[in-house]
């Protein structure tokens, strides 16, 4: 299994080393990330990118802003405002911050010990995801029916977006192994091709059959009846179970409503925002023109003219069918509110 994401211990120069997704599925190129400004320039490039992911870069981007900060003389405000910015790299997937925030608070212990709760970061993700992907795995079988079922799914949640495994990616692989999927329609994912580039590359690996479809071919998709489910990732689910994914999500899930199948949102519990009351108050990342307005490099709009490009979309719970952590599964339409209160677990 690829690691987007490793701690590399080394004498002189210890550091992150990411594999640079900017480059799949055409050349498997390794960044090795010595300061905290290049862990910036790769998160804000997604060079490294998906929500539990982030948060292993926000846990690693502490460990390595210690030894940035003793290397090159930091006082402590200095370290701080390190920190600060790599947490804040990315404003929509909760876990980038929670991350940093949690590694962050043993800063006084030292170097190693704020080492050790990174570690600890990605090994209770890949944890956590293999649980969520058993778990909506059952919950998909005793829904649908115990027979192989076809999927869409948007983005990519494998194990490129994680520490290991994946989320929505991982109930995939473990319907797969289950003999219990027969075809997953993956959408492409403009404007960064996360789908067509990621997802199709990790599905090819493992050797499960899929076609890659155009954005707005999803949602016809879902109502011609060629799939029994959808399953996604979220970059942030707030007390109310509204989730932020990937934009061209909520699509996906307005056509699952219509059509009456299930919509399915898999997330480490880390994903979820508890002091965040509702979905209006999360913050979408807009990212520059460019990123639609040119393919390949090669402008395919009218020169001068704008973009608009929100990275996410948020799905309102009422058309969530089951939310899928490590912890259990939630149906947010009949369960009560708020689904994630603070400290009450689900
Ligand atoms: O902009 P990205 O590629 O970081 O967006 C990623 C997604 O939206 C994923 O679906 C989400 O982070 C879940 S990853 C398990």
């Known amino acids: 299994m690829v690691r987007a994401i490793e701690w590399i211990d080394a004498a002189a120069d210890s550091h992150i080393r990411l594999i640079d997704q900017t480059r799949l599925p055409s050349e498997e190129v390794y960044l090795e990330v010595t300061s905290i400004d290049l862990l910036i320039d790769a998160i804000q490039r997604l060079a490294v990118r998906g929500a539990p992911a982030l948060g292993a870069a926000g846990g690693y981007g502490v460990a390595l802003a210690l030894l940035e900060a ?17 947490a804040n790299a990315r404003p929509t997937a909760v876990n980038l911050a929670w991350g940093a925030k949690r590694v962050a608070g043993f800063r ?13 970061i990605a090994t209770e993700d890949e944890a956590a995801n293999r649980e969520l992907s058993r778990l909506g795995a059952d919950w998909l079988l005793a829904r649908i029916g115990d027979r192989p079922l076809r999927a869409v799914t948007h983005c990519n949640t494998g194990a490129l977006a994680t520490t290991a495994w994946g ?4 109930i995939l692989h473990e319907l797969h192994t289950r003999g219990k999927l027969e075809l997953v329609y993956v959408d492409e994912t403009r404007p960064l091709l996360q789908g067509s580039r990621l997802t199709s590359w990790e599905l090819h690996q493992d050797g499960i059959p899929h076609l890659v479809e155009v954005d707005g071919a999803a949602s016809s998709t879902i109502l011609r009846g060629l799939v029994d ?31 009456g199948i299930p919509f399915v949102v898999a997330a480490p519990y880390s ?8 979905g209006e108050e999360i913050e979408i990342e807009e990212r520059g023109d460019e990123e639609v307005l ?38 947010p339409s009949v369960a009560a509110q708020p689904l994630f209160a603070a400290g009450s677990g689900q």
Not at 70 to 86: F, M, N, P, Q
Not at 108 to 120: D, K, N, P, S, Y
């Open 70 to 86: 003793e290397r090159e003389g930091w006082d402590a405000d200095r370290l701080t405002a390190a920190i600060d910015a790599v």
């Open 108 to 120: 006084a212990e030292g170097f190693a010990r704020t080492l050790a709760e990174a570690h600890a």
């Open 167 to 170: 989320t929505a990616y991982g």
């Open 229 to 259: 489910f959808a399953v996604i990732g979220a970059d942030r689910i707030t007390a109310n179970g509204d989730t932020a994914n990937k934009v061209g999500s909520v699509a996906l899930a307005l056509a699952c409503a219509r059509a």
């Open 271 to 278: 994903t979820v925002d508890e002091d965040t009351a509702t």
């Open 294 to 331: 040119a393919f390949g490099g090669v402008s395919v709009a009218t020169p001068g003219v704008r973009a608009f490009n929100p990275a996410f979309d948020v799905t309102p719970h009422d058309i969530i069918s089951a939310i899928v952590t490590e912890r259990g599964v939630t149906e």
